[in-house]
Nanobody, 125 residues
Framework: QVQLVESGGGLVQAGGSLRLSCAASERSFSTYNMGWFRQAPGKEREFVAAIEWSGARTYYADFVKGRYTISRDNAGNTMYLQMDTLRPEDAAVYYC??????????????????WGQGTQVTVSI
């Protein structure tokens, strides 16, 4: 069972940038398709971005296209989410997750088996 730990969240002004990291505990990380989700208070957890196990394919929610970039380093067992041009509505707890499904892309939270604990992103006006 792979364990995932997010880091890199914090407070940033609107228009600023943050880079989130997701560190995996096992080398099997390189075999999983991965995703980022976020959840704001009182809202459902929503899909943000996904990356295929090899890194060859990525997929984004419409509301982050052109602003966020998902990437991974399989040698370092780490996935990243570069977030640029942040908006107040991007504030949420961000989670990384791993799916055992080979179907691409998976954008529903129940399709992901392993989850990190989340990292808070706050965007000030």
């Amino acid at each position: 069972q792979v364990q995932l730990v997010e880091s890199g969240g914090g407070l940033v002004q609107a228009g600023g940038s943050l880079r989130l990291s997701c560190a995996a505990s096992e080398r099997s990380f390189s075999t999983y398709n991965m995703g980022w989700f976020r959840q704001a208070p009182g809202k459902e957890r929503e899909f943000v971005a996904a990356i295929e196990w090899s890194g060859a394919r990525t997929y984004y929610a419409d509301f982050v296209k052109g602003r966020y970039t998902i990437s991974r380093d399989n040698a370092g067992n780490t996935m990243y989410l570069q977030m640029d041009t942040l908006r107040p509505e991007d504030a949420a707890v961000y989670y990384c997750a791993a799916t055992v499904s080979s179907i691409w892309p998976r954008i529903q939270a129940p399709d992901y088996r392993y989850w990190g604990q989340g990292t808070q992103v706050t965007v000030s006006i």
